[in-house]
């Protein structure tokens, strides 16, 4: 069996729906599990939370069309970071948010967390400190959808005859500003139509050969320079991560001309296996490790420490890991450890408790991309 074959792991309670397999960093996580015979996933994966009610009240956003989105916007601080543990959802002011069904995804806008649920795989809502709005965009199940920290926009693909529209939607407004129609070969991940990254106005669109630039507000499509083909990865200010086919080399690249900011190689760490993860802000990288977790779904690093990059200074940091790692949308470390959670700076030196309390420990944090 290869890594092709392979398909990402499921999670726990999940509803038996079929799950698209990830790029390449999360099937050589599978492969490894395997290997081991235990279940392994990265740490801020999918965090169970129980329906307790929306708090809050909502501003009602626009509509477009029958087949447009239908958005009410929560209020509140739209820029604030998350620590997920049970049903509850802890903001970074101490602030407590209960969501339904289990969260796979936690994805930070300017207006907003946008959170996935597998309790349905189509659902998306939008979180702030003031509570939980659903969001109804049409049919969003089994598809990887692109978000900016820095903007309202979300995107996704849509079917069209034989080829597809990068579907761009204003979360703040609730209107669909955007139909790009593209065509090309789509056959390598198992998502229903092929994945897009979102920075700003350019959607990024991985294909079986090329990864499409698409500046959606003009509708011109080009080819980018940086990204490979059948591949995904979030872009951040114009940075991505990219890996070669055998996934042990992975690189931080300017998406416009493919200029190589930073090289990386599972060989050079003790367990052979990272994933390397841009901050919100694009100026450092995690070289982190994957975790591995027990049948009772307790989880750990294989090592205590990883190196974080700053891409404008060329130097590395070793950082504490503790349970969980995340980032906050300007780009500062979150890190969880039982029921402490931490704010620290971009390298993880400088650490200060936050009002958040947790019971036993978090489930999942804001600022990684673990869509399935």
């Not at 009240?57 to 604030?80: C, F, K």
């Not at 998502?191 to 979102?198: D, G, H, L, Q, S």
């Not at 200074?313 to 070793?318: I, L, S, V, W």
């Amino acid at each position: 069996m290869t890594d092709n074959d392979l398909r990402t792991l499921l999670r726990d309670a999940a509803d038996e729906v079929a799950v698209p397999r990830l790029a390449t960093d999360e099937l050589h996580l599978r492969t490894r599990a395997v290997r081991r015979r235990r279940r392994a996933r990265w740490v801020a994966g999918a965090a169970a939370l129980t329906m307790a009610g929306a708090l809050g009240t909502y501003v009602l956003g626009g509509a477009l069309g029958d087949d447009g989105p239908h958005i009410a916007a929560a209020e509140g601080n739209p820029r604030g970071w998350a620590v997920a543990e049970g049903n509850s959802v802890h903001f970074g002011d101490g602030s407590v948010v209960t969501y339904g069904g289990r969260v796979n995804d936690l994805r930070y806008t300017s207006v907003g967390l946008l959170a996935r649920s597998t309790q349905s795989n189509a659902r998306l809502s939008l979180i702030t400190t003031a509570g939980v709005q659903p969001l109804d965009l049409g049919d969003v199940s089994d598809r990887l959808i692109g978000t900016d920290p820095d903007s309202p926009y979300v995107s996704w693909t849509v079917d069209d005859g034989d080829g597809w529209l990068v579907r761009v939607v204003d979360l703040g407004t609730g209107e669909k500003v955007a139909d790009v129609p593209i065509s090309g070969k789509y056959t390598w991940a198992g998502w229903k139509t092929p994945p897009v990254a979102v920075d700003g106005e350019h959607a990024y669109v991985a294909l079986d050969d090329r990864t499409l630039d698409v500046a959606w507000r003009s509708g011109q499509v080009s080819t980018s320079k940086g990204l490979p083909g059948s591949y995904t990865t979030e872009v951040i200010d114009g940075r991505a991560v990219t890996q070669d086919a055998t996934g042990e080399t992975q690189r931080v690249v300017e998406v416009a001309t493919g200029q190589v900011l930073l090289t990386t190689r599972s060989t050079d760490y003790p367990d052979d296996l990272i994933r390397l993860k841009l901050s919100p802000d694009s100026n450092h990288a995690l070289a982190a490790p994957y975790a591995m977790c027990d049948e009772n779904d307790n989880c750990r690093y294989d090592t205590p420490t990883a190196p974080i990059h700053d891409l404008g200074q060329g130097t590395e940091t070793a950082v504490e890991l503790g349970d969980h790692l995340g980032w906050t949308p300007e780009g500062q470390l979150i890190r969880a450890s039982g029921t402490k959670v931490e704010i620290c700076d971009e390298v993880g030196q400088e650490c200060a408790d936050t009002p958040v309390t947790l019971n036993k420990r978090a489930d999942t944090i804001s600022g990684t991309m673990n869509q399935s």
